[in-house]
């Protein structure tokens, strides 16, 4: 079973990158781009069937590991 980790930013977290694709995107005369926020995303094939088993697995993954829960949010979609 896949499942499917995006981690962001908390909001009021300040994302100097995403502040430099927003800036960015305004000189290559894209206007009308709000806030830019980056994140990441993380495919783990997990060798789990059970779907309640895998998100309890990738969350547990994600809180130890994959995002830093003080100045990140993660979601998981299992696939």
């Known amino acids: 079973m896949k499942a499917i980790v995006t981690v962001m930013p908390k909001a009021g977290v300040l994302d100097p990158q995403g502040k430099a694709i927003e800036h960015a995107l305004g000189t290559l005369g894209f206007g009308g781009v709000g806030e830019v926020r980056t994140g990441k995303i993380i ?26 829960t003080v100045i990140e949010s993660f979601r ?4």
């Open 43 to 68: 495919e783990l094939e997990l060798a789990e069937t059970d779907p309640a088993a895998a998100r309890a697995a990738a969350e547990a993954m994600a809180r130890k590991l994959l995002a830093n």
């Open 76 to 79: 998981i979609e299992l696939a």
